[in-house]
């Protein structure tokens, strides 16, 4: 009994933490259906995980190109390596609003997303984690050097 | 002591690590052959400690052509951190590109993702590979290109190091009939050496 406390505790602080930490978090089933959704994800989209869940990527953002992530997540279900994007060869994946209207002079939010595969109990990926990092400030003085 | 007397390599490890990379390599070059549908050739991979002064050298050896393109990407486990590099040359770029058929895609591919993705695959199943045998999981960090259609020297500009000696893994493909071949070089930092020893020589005993 003391057991199961301590270890909802911990569940607890986890997704305190999952929903307070300044990356993007995303689950995706190999139908590309969101499972998870953080609150980073949230802030910066508008959408509530709530609506999120369930709902298939490629739907509730049509901008997303199927084709280039379903490739690129390819090796990660198959192969379980980790694939990733990067700013500089793509500039975002989810085509979010720069946030500060004084400082921001960005039009938009320059990502890093690490896909990383995840493995079930009985050891088989079906889902997937897309990580995205804000590297905004990153690109913009990169590309403000001469 | 200083770091660098720790930094040392008997024949019974060097053997060791030799296998553990034999392995990791197979792995690495199964998951590459199930991507490109193609048959990819191994040879033994190296095993070698390096002063950073030789580093170029080792390089060079290498690779001694000069259109280059190489991705490093940094890894870490339980204290254990390294480096990988991969050094492609550019008609392998070329070819690459035809076989993945990248070009027929919708949302257009450059060079550059094409170079990540089997760089991120390669360093990725080879480390994991690796770190399975030693039992370490390696967080793999995100790549970065650090030079395109340069030669060795170039590639390597960054010196001079904050190391003296550590253990390189030098391991070669290359695929069957088509013109793709490329190196990868596994670099641990100096400090991770006796830490790796101590699970190698566990693994002897």
Known sequence: MTNEQIHLDDIHWLMEILQNIDVGLVVLDQQYNIQLWNAFMESHSGISPQKARGQNLFQLFPDIPQDWLQRKTEPVFQLRTRAFSLWEQRPYLFHFKNYRPITGRAPFMYQNISMIPLESVDRQVEHICLIIYDVTDVALSRNSQP | ?205
Not at chain 2, 49 to 77: K, P, T, W, Y
Not at chain 2, 90 to 109: H, M
Not at chain 2, 116 to 128: E, P, Q
Not at chain 2, 149 to 166: C, D, F, M, V
Request: charged share 20%; with cysteine.
């Open chain 2, 1 to 205: 002591m200083t770091p660098t007397a720790a930094v040392t390599l008997n024949e019974a490890q060097r053997d060791c690590y030799q296998e553990i990379a034999n392995v990791a390599m197979g792995q690495a070059a199964d998951r590459l052959a199930r991507l490109l549908d193609v048959y990819v050739e191994l040879p033994i991979p190296r095993v070698n400690l390096i002063e950073a002064s030789d580093l170029h050298m080792a390089l060079q050896e290498a690779r001694n052509d000069e259109g280059l393109s190489a991705v490093c990407q940094g890894f870490i486990g339980s204290g254990i951190a390294g480096e990988a590099l991969l050094i492609f040359n550019d008609t392998s770029v070329q070819d690459l590109a035809a076989l993945l058929n990248y070009q027929g895609q919708r949302s257009p591919w450059t060079t550059e993702e094409l170079l990540l993705d089997v760089s991120s695959l390669l360093t990725g199943a080879c480390i994991n590979g690796i770190g399975d045998q030693l039992g370490i999981h390696f967080n793999q960090g995100l790549p970065e290109i650090i030079g395109r259609g340069r030669n060795a020297a170039e590639i390597l500009q960054s010196g001079p190091y904050p190391w003296h000696k550590t253990l390189a893994i030098e391991i070669h493909y290359s695929v069957e009939h088509m013109n793709i071949d490329c190196t990868l070089l596994l670099l641990f930092t100096e400090d991770s050496v006796p830490k790796l020893n101590k699970k190698i020589d566990f693994l002897l005993d």
